[in-house]
């Protein structure tokens, strides 16, 4: 390759990587890029939207299951003797956090 191609694949694969990346900001962003509807978390008025809550993710996320794909973590996120509400950690409408971070110190890996 010379390097001018060099320059035009690596400006492509950003361009690309950029517009996948746009408007999936956050969770929720990249819930409705695949194809999950606003109202699926917050009600069908979203005049008056729900609060969404553990039980909204839930439906999709059974709580077993999660606990099972982070068993290797220790402690497990997902099965916290406290303060393991979903949405603590994985905020839909802003950057998610390691709520657990406000007290304990554990080495989670980063919450999506
Ligand atoms: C109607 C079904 C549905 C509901 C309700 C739902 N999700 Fe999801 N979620 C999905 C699907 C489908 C994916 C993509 C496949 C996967 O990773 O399981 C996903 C992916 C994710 C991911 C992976 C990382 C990412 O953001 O791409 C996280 C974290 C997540 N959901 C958290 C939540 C939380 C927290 C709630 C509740 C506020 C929630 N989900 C409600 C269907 C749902
Ligand atoms: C303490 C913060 C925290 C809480 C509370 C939490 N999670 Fe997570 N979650 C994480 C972290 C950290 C990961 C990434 C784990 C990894 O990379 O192995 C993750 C990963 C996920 C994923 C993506 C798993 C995949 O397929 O790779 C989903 C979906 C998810 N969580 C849903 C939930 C749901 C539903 C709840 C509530 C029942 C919940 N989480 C509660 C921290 C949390
Ligand atoms: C995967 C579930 C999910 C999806 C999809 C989702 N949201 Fe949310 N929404 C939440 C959660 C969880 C909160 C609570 C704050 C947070 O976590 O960021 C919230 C908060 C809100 C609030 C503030 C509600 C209040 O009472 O303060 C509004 C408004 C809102 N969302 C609108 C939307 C719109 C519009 C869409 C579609 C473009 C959408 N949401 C898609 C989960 C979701
Ligand atoms: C507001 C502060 C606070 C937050 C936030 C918090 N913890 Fe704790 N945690 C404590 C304190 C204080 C103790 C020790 C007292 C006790 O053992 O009950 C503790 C004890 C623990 C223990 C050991 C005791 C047991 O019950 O097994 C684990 C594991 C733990 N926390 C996990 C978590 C996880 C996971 C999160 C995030 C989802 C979290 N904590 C969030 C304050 C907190």
Redesign the pocket.
């Known amino acids: 390759m010379t390097i001018k191609t060099m320059t035009a694949v690596a400006l492509v694969s950003l361009m690309v990587a950029l517009s996948a990346s746009a408007g999936q900001k956050f969770?929720?962003d990249r819930?409705?890029a695949r194809g999950?509807a606003?109202t699926?978390?917050?009600g069908p008025d979203?005049k008056n939207?729900n609060?969404?809550d553990e039980n909204?993710c839930t439906q999709c996320h059974p709580k077993d299951a999660m606990a099972a794909k982070t068993a290797k973590l220790t402690p497990n996120p997902h099965k916290a003797p406290h303060n393991g509400d979903c949405?603590l950690c994985h905020?839909?409408?802003?950057p998610t956090v390691n709520y657990c971070a406000q007290c304990h110190k554990f080495d989670f890996p980063k919450v999506p």
């Open positions: 969770g929720a819930h409705v999950i606003c699926m978390c917050h979203m939207p609060y969404p909204t949405t905020m839909q409408h802003e």
